[in-house]
């Protein structure tokens, strides 16, 4: 199982919240490409329990 960055996290919490790309992109300040990568390596990826709790810590 990965273990995610708190930046990872936070891309992921917006994203969880139905935020698009380029919305994440200028709300974290984050470089475009480790936004995709966050995305790619999102919650379908490192299982449903981890990502549910690793959103319950973050929001």
Not at 4 to 28: F, P, W, Y
């Amino acid at each position: 199982m990965e273990i995610l960055t708190q930046r990872q996290m936070k891309v992921l919490t917006l994203r969880s919240k139905g935020k698009k790309l380029a919305e994440i992109v200028r709300e974290t300040g984050e470089k475009w490409s480790s936004v995709d990568y966050a995305f790619k390596t999102g919650p379908e990826t490192i299982g449903p329990k981890f990502a549910e709790r690793a959103l319950r810590e973050t929001s």
